[in-house]
């Protein structure tokens, strides 16, 4: 089956734009999860959805926000763009709620390379 | 904050030997543990997981281990294998649905 999509891959911006990145989850999957990966700092969660709904956040300023369709798809958005938010971003889909369950796993995709200029 | 740390950022290990990666965590309502294995330009990929109830979790070549006094796992690959040259990244949760708090990353090469 078709695994986590990730869209665009690859992206350059100039500081102050805004950018929305996509993410189509495996099939059947209701929950996405979104994480920026920078050099030093591995992967920093930023929220998690589930049915629509968010349900975690992580501590990133309000720029950062997402919001999660019916067919499970999300989106994340980034306003006013820094120099510092020059990363890898990650989506990752599951089946359901992996903890306090403690079964199954995140599965994610390849990955938006967002270049801030 | 990293409440999920990886002291080692590389390791080179010789084919054959094994390959003993290692996870420190801070916070004791963690509960659930996972490894990741990444090669570039791709998402990063389950390896093996371990619940809290568990002190040891085996697949294949792959081995986690959990001390939860010493908030500390770890994972072992015997024998390495040249394909196994990727970043490893634990991830650790506790009750909070799926947010996970991953350390920085462990650069394994495997000569041949």
């Known amino acids: 089956k078709a695994g986590v999509t990730q869209t665009p891959r690859y992206l350059i911006k100039t500081r102050g734009q805004q950018v929305t990145l996509s993410c189509s989850p495996i099939?059947?999957?209701?929950?996405v999860s979104w994480y920026q990966q920078t050099p030093g700092q591995g992967l920093q969660f930023l929220f998690e959805?589930?049915?629509?709904?968010?349900?975690n956040k992580g501590n990133f300023p309000g720029r950062f926000s997402g919001r999660q369709f019916s067919n499970s798809r999300s989106e994340m958005n980034v306003s006013t763009l820094e120099l510092g938010d020059s990363a890898l971003y990650l989506c990752?889909?599951?089946?359901?709620?992996?903890?306090?369950?403690?079964?199954?796993?995140?599965?994610f995709g390849e990955g938006s390379r967002l270049t801030v200029l | 904050d990293q409440q999920v740390k990886q002291n080692s950022p590389s390791l080179s290990v010789q084919e054959g030997r094994i390959s003993i990666l290692n996870c420190d965590y801070t916070?004791?309502?963690?509960?659930?543990f996972l490894w990741y294995k990444k090669y570039p330009a791709e998402g990063p990929t389950f390896l093996i997981s371990?619940?809290?109830?568990?002190d040891k979790n085996e697949d294949g070549r792959f081995t986690v281990f959990l001390n939860k006094s010493a908030k500390h796992l770890s994972l072992h690959i015997v024998p390495s294998q040249p394909g196994d040259s990727a970043v490893y990244f634990c991830?650790?949760?506790?009750?909070?649905?799926?947010?996970?708090?991953f350390g920085t990353g462990t650069s394994l090469t495997v000569i041949p």
């Open positions: 916070n004791s309502m963690f509960d659930y």
């Open positions: 990752a889909s599951s089946r359901t709620v992996v903890a306090p369950s403690n079964t199954g796993e995140l599965f």
């Open positions: 371990i619940s809290s109830i568990k």
């Open positions: 099939s059947g999957h209701r929950s």
């Open positions: 991830a650790a949760s506790g009750d909070t649905g799926n947010q996970f708090y």
């Open positions: 959805y589930f049915s629509e709904t968010q349900r």
